[in-house]
């Protein structure tokens, strides 16, 4: 049986599944009830200066038959009571003392930031989140991701709380900004045990097209909100891949963004997380999620034969390189594989419309035909096609040949004019412009033989 606790700059918890700062860690009953369901750690609902909060507060994106596939609210921290806040940590941890309970805080002043810092340490806490992320209302006061966007300011609160915490020190860090390493390295510099990533995103899900206002909607009016969920998790993993792979920051990563699966989790911690947050998921479909979650996790630990969740930490990370170390000597080609094929012909259209006219109709077949010479291998007839496993991409190049653009630009071997003859498609073939009129296109047609050259007439593509 896989070991799943992790101990995280020193926090312990029995496993890395936390719940992130946010409405399901708004009072002791939910944190007790989640950590009763199994969830490892929660991160309370952030407590600091007083707020007053608005309705509505939530938007949606929904996709086709998915709903809140993207997320958004204009919610403000805590606003209940400090001292409310604090007797529930207290009550908590005397119930789970081997739990994590982690206090995410947001405060102005040096004096404000050391008097929450030793109450929460004093209601037991284990460790403390800074929530330097929240993009709207908060940063408007100069809280939130208006303190994550400037670096000299986070890491000198990050300092001021370092002069009185006796526990971890987490710094959650906002996505809006152009490069998140530098509030991360600025996290470091300042003496943080670690940081979190990523709060919301600046967003507007939606406008409603009648009375002309965003979502959610306040009375006739809108703001713009912090967006999470699902959509978010690309934006979150590459976040994450920047800071694990920087060498100055050097710091345990709480993953954060579109956590809902077990898989989401593993990739994640792949790209160099130690724990992971859930919010919108446990939203969505309450804490019961957690059930296949750790199943899922050590399953996935057993088949690889992790014994820890640091087996895998950071694992994927060797494998993201710069574009220009990427071996320009791999091929791969579409293949068809017709016994599956449905004959939806949405590959035909991508390849035909969105790509290299790659992929041709024969008379008498709904199956397309992949005219090889001209793939670039792009991959996206596979992405689109609808049957799993349906269209491979298959291997072409014999595999004993590597080159990158950064080899070929050291050796001299690169296109330098426009019309360069060593440019990545100089010869490939697509059809005569005004193949794209008239009875050309009545070619195209189900059913109909489209007037492709044949795959030995079209010129092969550069290496
Ligand atoms: C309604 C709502 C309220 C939130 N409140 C807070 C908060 O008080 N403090 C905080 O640090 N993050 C807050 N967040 C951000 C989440 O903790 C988390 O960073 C974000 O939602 C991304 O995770 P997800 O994709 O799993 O939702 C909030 C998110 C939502 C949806
Ligand atoms: S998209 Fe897939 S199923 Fe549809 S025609 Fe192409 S190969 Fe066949
Ligand atoms: S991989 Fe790209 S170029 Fe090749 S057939 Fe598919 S869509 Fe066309």
Redesign the pocket.
């Known amino acids: 049986m896989p070991d799943l606790s992790i101990n995280f700059a020193g926090i312990k918890s029995p496993n890395p599944f936390w719940l992130?700062?946010?409405?399901p860690t708004n009072s002791g009953y939910q944190v007790m009830k989640a950590f009763d369901a199994g969830w490892g750690g929660a991160?309370w609902?952030?407590l600091g200066v007083p707020v007053v909060n608005v309705s509505s507060?939530?938007g949606s994106v929904n996709y086709r038959d998915k709903r809140m596939m993207g997320?958004?609210?204009i919610?403000?921290?805590?606003d209940r009571p400090l001292s409310d806040n604090l007797r529930e940590i207290e009550e908590v941890k005397k119930r789970f003392p081997n739990h994590a309970v982690i206090a995410?805080l947001?405060v102005q002043s040096r004096q404000e930031w050391h008097d929450i810092v030793r109450q929460s340490q004093e209601a037991g806490a284990d460790g403390i989140?800074l929530?330097f992320?929240?993009p709207h209302g908060m940063c408007e006061r100069g809280m939130g991701s208006a303190v994550g966007q400037e670096p000299d300011v986070l890491q000198t609160i990050v300092e001021w709380v370092m002069e009185v915490a006796k526990i971890p020190v987490i710094v959650?860090l906002t996505p809006n900004i152009s490069d998140i390493t530098e509030p991360a390295l600025a996290a470091r510099r300042g003496g943080a045990d670690a940081i979190?990533?990523?709060?919301?995103i600046q967003s507007i899900v939606g406008v409603d097209l009648d009375l002309f206002a965003p979502y959610p909607i306040v009375d006739g009016k809108g703001s713009n909100g912090?967006y999470?969920?699902?959509a978010?998790?690309p934006i979150?993993l590459n976040m994450l891949k920047n800071c694990a792979q920087h060498p100055g920051v050097r710091l345990p990563i709480s993953g954060?963004?579109?956590?809902?699966t077990w898989r989401d989790a593993v990739e994640h911690i792949l790209l160099g997380a130690s724990s992971v947050?859930?919010?919108?998921?446990?939203?969505h479909y309450g804490f019961g999620i957690i059930r296949e979650m750790t199943s899922g996790l050590e399953q996935y630990m057993t088949d690889k034969g992790f014994h820890t969740i640091y087996d895998f930490v950071g694992k994927a990370l060797p494998n993201v390189l710069p574009w220009e170390e990427l071996n320009m000597k791999y091929k791969v080609t579409a293949n068809i594989h017709a016994e599956k094929c449905i004959g939806c012909q949405l590959c035909y259209t991508a390849c035909e419309d969105g790509a290299h006219q790659a992929i041709q109709l024969n008379a008498g077949t709904r199956v397309p035909e992949i005219i090889e010479a001209n793939c670039v291998g792009c991959n996206l007839c596979s992405l689109v096609c609808p049957v799993e496993d349906c269209i491979t991409m298959d291997r072409q190049d014999d595999g004993t040949a590597h080159l990158t653009w950064k080899e070929r630009t050291a050796a001299g071997d690169i296109p330098t004019e426009f019309n360069d003859e060593k440019a990545g498609g100089r010869h490939h073939w697509v059809p005569e412009p005004a193949a794209a009129l008239g009875k050309e296109k009545h070619k195209t047609l189900p059913g109909k033989a489209r007037q492709y050259p044949s795959a030995a007439e079209v010129p092969t593509t550069q290496a």
């Open positions: 992130a700062s946010a409405p991160v609902k952030t507060r939530y997320f958004n609210n919610e403000l921290i805590s995410s947001m989140e929530n992320g929240c959650k979190s990533l990523i709060n919301t912090g999470c969920g699902p978010v998790k979150a954060i963004g579109g956590i809902e947050q859930v919010c919108t998921a446990a939203m």
